[in-house]
């Protein structure tokens, strides 16, 4: 591995990398690049950056990332470290599954676990790309729209015509991403059925018996909902989900009660004293798509949703997105540079680690969340009754444990720069964009 040289005042590369997208993924790579010592423009297609959607699980891989991009500290300020996973059977409200998030945990995988909202862990990838003014450039209201490899680099195009320049390109712009569509060129992720119902009530509206330091997933045909506390036990993120019938194809619409709740009637009373307390809920349509075998062209690279889009059920998008970035920075630093030797690096240390994750969601519905009522119902409650934490830590162990890139990256100090933002600090409230 090449001598790190994150912390120069002179960029590494006389040309930008160009990153596609200003989400987790993209603002995570703009710091890994620049923790490596290189210069990065953030093109973001909305008129701000910011985070839409409400609460998201922190596990210890995605705070190792987190911390290997020196902004753990910052987006620990705001999180809750909740004690437990639990699952409840819907119907009977019996508990299944119960995961303690203690000290054996936190020192089996070098990092607790936690709950924050996704404009705090976005906020604080913000301010630490904020604070590298010489290495990271961010734009807004810059769409990419396609892009032409040429002798050295890479020419990107912008919706409103302008082109760019840079020494490689970083699509980190989403499961509907327009460069995976020249590189891959599967198409626009179907639908798919899943849709789910989003709402975050003030902690005081929450039934008092459901407001458990935990992470909490209620699982019954079909259906499965999930909730768990937020800001300081502020606020509380509630999301049911259920496969159904399309309404719309859109993000984060006005739901009404009526729609939602007759899909989980079948739900004990426990839980829906919960579900009939938000007045309205936001409904999200959502998508996914199947592992594929390349993220890459030369000096082109996928990363985030752009290359592995999931559905959330194993709460690792996120993570994912923030480990590519990592990685691909540990590969630039030590292909000095050569982004298209630097990529193909990234993308075999990657894919099958995040194409497992992208398995895995997918078979957690079948196999766990949704039975059928019934038998299969009797059968998924009689493997989890009782297990122990470290059959479930074992079964974890390769999801939860950061890779050794990750490990390497951490081991590296952080920026000066990084650190004074971070005690700096101070969020204000326009930064959540709903
Ligand atoms: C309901 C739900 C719950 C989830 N819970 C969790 C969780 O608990 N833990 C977890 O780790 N993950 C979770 N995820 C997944 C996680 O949200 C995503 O994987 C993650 O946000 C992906 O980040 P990204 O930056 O790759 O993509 P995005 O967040 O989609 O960001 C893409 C960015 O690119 C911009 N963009 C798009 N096209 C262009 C273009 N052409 N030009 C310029 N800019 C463009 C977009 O405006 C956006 O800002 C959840 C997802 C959902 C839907």
Known sequence: ????????????????????????????AALALARKGFKSVVLE?????????AGIQIAPNAWHAL?????????????????????????????????PLDQRFAKRFGNPYAVT??????????DGCKALPQLIELRTSSRVSGFAIEDGGVRVTLADGQALRGM???????????????????????????MCYRAVLNINDVPKDLRLPAATLWAAHNTHIVHYPLRGWKLFNLVATVIGKHTSGGHNEAATPEEALPFFSHYCDAVMKLMRTPKEFRRWMLQYREPVE????????????????????????AAMAMEDAVCLGQCADAADGDFTRAFRDYQERRIVRASRVQISANSLI??????????????????????????????????????DYVREFKAQRAPRRLARAAAARRRPPSRQRD
């Open 1 to 28: 591995m090449a001598s790190p040289s994150s912390y120069s005042k002179t960029p590494r590369n006389r040309e930008a990398v160009i990153i596609a997208g200003g989400g987790i993924g993209g603002l995570a």
């Open 45 to 53: 297609q909305a008129p701000q950056f910011g985070e839409i959607g």
């Open 67 to 99: 911390d290997a991009l020196g902004v753990g500290q910052l987006v620990k300020k705001e999180a809750v470290f909740i004690e437990r996973l639990l699952m409840f059977d819907g119907v009977s409200g019996e508990k299944v599954i119960d995961i």
């Open 117 to 126: 909202h996704r404009a705090d862990i976005h906020g604080s990838l913000l």
């Open 168 to 194: 490689a390109l970083v699509a980190a712009d989403g499961g509907k991403s327009v460069i995976r569509e020249a590189i891959v060129g599967d198409p626009l992720p179907p639908a798919t059925g899943h």
């Open 294 to 317: 390349n993220w890459i062209r030369g000096p082109v690279a996928l990363l985030g949703d752009a290359a592995h889009f999931m559905l959330q059920y194993m709460a690792q998008g």
């Open 366 to 403: 079948g196999q766990i969340f949704h039975v059928a009522d019934g038998l299969p119902r009797e059968v998924r409650n009689d493997m989890f009754r009782g297990r122990p934490p470290e059959r479930y830590y074992d079964a974890l162990e390769w999801v939860f444990s950061a890779p």
